[in-house]
């Protein structure tokens, strides 16, 4: 769940930065992690494999998206089906509500169970690093997040 928290915190920086005109109201979009990033290194490979989880913002309420339909063998550790590149088509996922997204335009941050929590970003040409800034909360892992806008269709499905 805390892993899902902290890409809540990367959709809310990284949305400001990668809107087109119409979706200044709305921060809608699709981000997923960069599959071969680590806590503090950026992904060797500019972030064209990506993670199988990732968030979906829908007129300003954040899902969580999990790719069901990815049988790429080239995935970190061997995990097949636990990544996709980022310009795979076709794909399916299982999407379930997190909850309403709130930002501004100068800062983003998040407050869970007492603690508010400040992150930072960096633009990359491929991707974003997004990693937590001033005092830890208990719950904020220190890790940098990498990501990638994901502008490719899903297709919704149904958990079975």
């Not at 920086?13 to 071969?36: H, I, M, S, Y």
């Not at 990033?37 to 007129?59: E, T, W, Y």
Request: aromatic share 10%.
């Amino acid at each position: 769940m805390l892993k899902f928290i902290a890409l809540i915190i990367a959709v809310v920086l990284v949305a400001p930065n990668l809107l087109q005109a119409d979706d200044t109201k709305t921060f809608d979009g699709t981000w997923f992690r960069c599959e071969f990033a680590h806590s503090q290194i950026p992904p060797d490979d500019n972030c064209r494999m990506l993670d199988d989880d990732g968030f979906q913002v829908i007129k300003g309420v954040v899902h969580h998206v999990k790719i069901t339909n990815s049988n790429e063998t080239n995935c970190r550790h061997n995990r097949v089906g636990n990544c996709f590149l980022k310009n795979h088509p076709g794909l399916e996922a299982e999407r379930s509500e997190i909850g309403p997204l709130s930002l501004s335009e100068t800062e983003a941050a998040l407050t869970w169970l007492g603690c508010t929590q400040k992150y930072g970003i960096t633009k990359h040409p491929n991707y974003m690093d997004i990693a937590p800034v001033g005092e830890l909360c208990w719950w904020t892992p220190d890790k940098h997040y990498f990501i990638a806008r994901f502008k490719g269709a899903l297709k919704i499905v149904e958990p079975e």
